[in-house]
């Protein structure tokens, strides 16, 4: 029941906001470069809908609009991993140390002529 009531309220703020973007006008540095990433100039003419139905083109099930915005940065952080191979966790603010590799006890293999 808890759930219920957090998704309807959920739902509610974001009708409402997305009702209030409508009447936002975004400037130029919220349009053409993202934390420093070049968009196309047809995408920055796209409204939230329309930005949302282009990116059910790409996807493999249409319902991208009725994700909510945390879904949403996830499924972005997944293309972009699979995009770059951006590694995640603490491992990826450290280099791992590499230990010389001990010297095996097998037999080498010995090659056929």
């Known amino acids: 029941m808890w759930?219920?009531?957090?998704?309807w309220a959920l739902w509610t703020v974001g009708t409402f906001y997305i009702f209030i973007e409508k009447f936002r006008n975004y400037p130029n540095e919220e349009r053409d470069?993202?934390?420093g990433l070049k968009i196309d100039d047809d995408l920055q003419k796209l409204s939230r809908f329309e930005l949302c139905a282009y990116m059910d083109k790409g996807m493999p099930k249409k319902g991208f609009w009725d994700l909510n915005s945390t879904t949403k940065i996830r499924l972005g952080a997944q293309m972009m991993r699979n995009l770059n191979a951006v590694p995640t966790g603490k491992t990826s603010r450290r280099k791992k140390k590499?230990?010389?590799?001990?010297?095996?006890?097998k037999k080498p293999i010995k090659k056929k002529e």
Do not use: C, E, T
């Open 98 to 105: 590499v230990l010389p590799r001990k010297a095996s006890r």
């Open 3 to 7: 759930q219920f009531l957090v998704k």
């Open 33 to 35: 470069n993202i934390l």
